[in-house]
T-cell receptor
Framework: QKEVEQNSGPLSVPEGAIASLNCTYSDRGSQSFFWYRQYSGKSPELIMS????GDKEDGRFTAQLNKASQYVSLLIRDSQPSDSATYLCAAIREYGGSQGNLIFGKGTKLSVKP | GAVVSQHPSRVICKSGTSVKIECRSLDFQATTMFWYRQFPKQSLMLMATSNEGSKATYEQGVEKDKFLINHASLTLSTLTVTSAHPEDSSFYICSAVGLRGLLDQETQYFGPGTRLLVL
């Protein structure tokens, strides 16, 4: 089982809609989770971090964490064409080799159509 | 705040030569820096973890003698690809984690990446 799993997409939403991105993780001990956005040919940029169960909102973005179900999600409200990118979910590995390192999912490609 | 730079942004070299990539934290001191590699349409793959003043920890399958990492100060880490070959052509990205108390200890801030092409 992969440590962090994401649907590769592409996820296509119309402009102004809500985009919902999901991620599951296998390390039950993970406590810290991150969403990064990566535009084609560029490096990842941090959108949000989340550590506690529940929702965390920042502008148009809301991260949701459910540790019991081992999933993390990112909602993007009022999606814009400029939000079109690959969204990477990441978790801090808590056990085994390289403990403390960030483990990335393969990313979900989002396309927002004007 | 939390700006990380990389130099060069793009490099083309001949097979067999060595290439050095610098990663700098510009406005904070980084306890730990990470080096990643990303091939086209693939996920980020961690290559090694670099702590200031100590030897880097390499991920399984990454040759430490080929990818030399030096973390000489709290703001600079370098990755040297020795005897580069075409299969080393990739997008190399570094990230940094800030010192305790100054920044979130776990959030990694990424540099803009270095695109390496070995001919």
């Amino acid at each position: 089982q992969k440590e962090v799993e994401q649907n590769s997409g592409p996820l296509s939403v119309p402009e102004g809609a809500i985009a919902s991105l999901n991620c599951t993780y296998s390390d039950r001990g993970s406590q810290s989770f991150f969403w990064y956005r990566q535009y084609s040919g560029k490096s990842p940029e941090l959108i949000m971090s989340i550590y506690s169960n529940g929702d965390k909102e920042d502008g148009r973005f809301t991260a949701q964490l459910n540790k019991a179900s081992q999933y993390v999600s990112l909602l993007i409200r009022d999606s814009q064409p400029s939000d079109s990118a690959t969204y990477l979910c990441a978790a801090i590995r808590e056990y085994g080799g390289s403990q403390g390192n960030l483990i990335f999912g393969k990313g979900t490609k989002l396309s927002v159509k004007p | 705040g939390a700006v990380v730079s990389q130099h060069p942004s793009r490099v083309i070299c001949k097979s067999g030569t060595s290439v050095k990539i610098e990663c700098r934290s510009l406005d904070f001191q980084a306890t730990t820096m990470f080096w990643y590699r990303q091939f086209p349409k693939q996920s980020l793959m961690l290559m090694a973890t670099s702590n200031e003043g100590s030897k880097a920890t390499y991920e399984q399958g990454v040759e430490k003698d080929k990818f030399l990492i030096n973390h000489a100060s709290l703001t600079l880490s370098t990755l040297t690809v020795t005897s580069a070959h075409p299969e080393d052509s990739s997008f190399y990205i570094c990230s940094a984690v800030g010192l305790r108390g100054l920044l979130d200890q776990e959030t990694q801030y990424f540099g803009p990446g270095t695109r390496l092409l070995v001919l």
